[in-house]
């Protein structure tokens, strides 16, 4: 509950990360299961160098549509 509440607080920078993160790959970046891997790794280091506490231990795509 504490993580929770602290991360709400946190949210406009949560989205801007992973807007702009996301937003510079290319589809064909991807496509791939390694492609996703290293975007998860990314944005969970850049999550991690930014908001601090509590840390992000996974990232979990739940859909992935490319346009």
């Avoid at 990360?17 to 496509?31: E, F, G, Y």
């Amino acid at each position: 509950a504490e993580s929770t509440k602290s991360m709400t607080g946190k949210r406009p920078i949560i989205e801007d990360i992973l807007t702009s993160t996301i937003a510079a790959k290319k589809s064909v970046d991807l496509q791939s299961m390694e492609g996703k891997e290293k975007l998860k790794a990314e944005l969970k280091e850049k999550l991690n160098a930014t908001v601090k506490e509590p840390s992000v231990v996974n990232i979990y795509f739940t859909e992935f549509v490319m346009q």
